[in-house]
């Protein structure tokens, strides 16, 4: 803890009641050393359980609101799938669909239960986009290209993203080139004044006549989400050799 010293030039100067006074004040400096070195280690638990009580309604909050979100966007899929869907077990299928999308968009983002960290964690658009489309490829994961930056994306940013994708990736495995061994999609990014201006590209699927007669939820969807939850946009070109389509997409919307 540290030392008391006292000197004196000359020898023969200090007493037995000398040394007793200052063993006693040694004493007592140690024993307020030691109360000091309590109260703070008190303060340090006290402003920690503080801190953890605080990091926990933060947490709740935020789970809070995710859950909140999602029973939202969970309850407006399941009343305009039950407007479009021609039987049951096609609303089911769909449905499904769409929530294993938000579900696999949840796990690239949620903190581990076990992990310390239980601040916000990102995904970023390529590992988003590989999970998604993974479930929609037939021959291998040589029938989708990926190519872009590292472009982060939070929670809602991940939530609204994926549906875009997943319409997308479904209409691709329906009518498109994944619906045929031989077909490709070739899906780049890049960064534009603000905006994530992603690219994706049908080759080897069915030849295509045109635009389809009817717009069906899943494209209203995936404009909705592109729009309204991503402020962007989703532009379709009908090409007879594939479809081609470019998302635009705020950075600022998708880290959110």
Same mark, same amino acid.
């Given at each position: 803890m540290g030392s008391l010293l006292l000197g004196h030039p000359e020898p023969g100067r200090f007493r037995d009641d000398h040394e007793t006074l200052v063993v006693g004040l040694a004493a007592q400096a140690a024993a307020g050393i030691d109360n000091a070195r309590l109260y703070e280690s008190a303060q340090r638990e006290i402003a920690e359980r503080k801190q953890a009580e605080a990091d926990r309604l933060l947490i709740l909050r935020e789970l809070n609101h995710r859950v909140k979100n999602l029973f @939202?966007? @969970?309850? !407006?899929? *399941? !009343?305009? /799938? @039950?407007?479009?869907? +021609?039987? #049951?077990?096609?609303?089911? @299928? +769909?449905?499904? !669909?769409?929530l294993r999308a938000l579900a696999s968009a949840h796990d690239l983002i949620r903190p581990s239960v076990a992990s310390d960290n239980q601040s916000p964690h990102f995904t970023n658009v390529g590992a988003l986009a590989e999970r998604i489309l993974a479930a929609h490829i037939s021959s291998g994961q040589a029938q989708v290209s990926l190519e872009g930056p590292e472009i982060l994306v939070g929670s809602t940013g991940a939530t609204s993203f994926a549906l875009v994708l997943h319409e997308v990736a479904t209409n691709a495995a329906k009518h498109g080139s994944l619906s045929q061994a031989t077909g490709r999609v070739s899906i780049t990014w890049r *960064? &534009? &004044? !603000?905006?994530?201006?992603? +690219?994706? *590209? &049908?080759?080897?699927?069915? /030849?295509? %006549?045109? #635009? #389809? %007669?009817r717009k069906g939820f899943g494209a209203e969807l995936a404009q909705m989400s592109a729009r309204g939850q991503l402020g962007g946009d989703i532009h379709r070109v009908w090409n007879p050799e594939g479809l081609e389509i470019t998302l635009r997409a705020s950075l600022e919307r998708l880290l959110a």
């Open positions: @939202a966007v @969970a309850v !407006g899929m *399941i !009343g305009m /799938t @039950a407007r479009t869907a +021609t039987s #049951p077990q096609k609303m089911a @299928a +769909t449905l499904t !669909g769409r *960064i &534009e &004044e !603000g905006h994530m201006v992603l +690219t994706w *590209i &049908e080759r080897g699927g069915p /030849t295509i %006549s045109g #635009p #389809p %007669s």
